[in-house]
């Protein structure tokens, strides 16, 4: 089992940034994709962005490229995510999430290939 726990998360102006984190505990070693994901209400959940930790290979939903980066930090097993000139549309719930499949490029950014998930973190953006 692998738990996910996030933070960073909170209040912020239109232009500003935050910094998520998500430390993995338990069996984190075989997370071999981890990424985030994001739920504003009323709406679906949606993919923001991902690392595939054996190539380093990194994906951003087109929303958020330029803006956000993907990084993580394998001493302390915990993946980041730098968000940089918040917009008001990025208000919503973010979560981490982590794979144990060898996921290939297209499949980064769904969902359903997710087993772990975080509970989430509050980001509100006020313009």
């Known amino acids: 089992q692998v738990q996910l726990e996030e933070s960073g998360g909170g209040s912020v102006q239109a232009g500003g940034s935050l910094r998520l984190s998500c430390v993995a505990s338990?069996?984190?070693?075989?997370?071999?994709?981890e990424g985030w994901f994001r739920q504003a209400p009323g709406k679906e959940r949606e993919f923001v962005a991902a690392l595939r930790r054996y190539d380093g290979n990194k994906q951003y939903a087109d929303s958020v490229k330029g803006r956000f980066t993907v990084s993580r930090d394998n001493a302390k097993s915990t993946l980041y995510l730098q968000m940089n000139n918040l917009k008001a549309e990025d208000t919503a719930v973010y979560f981490c999430a982590s794979s144990s499949k060898y996921l290939i490029v297209s499949t980064m950014s769904s969902d359903r290939m997710y087993e772990y998930w975080g509970q989430g973190t509050q980001v509100t953006v006020s313009s």
């Open positions: 338990g069996r984190s070693g075989t997370n071999y994709v």
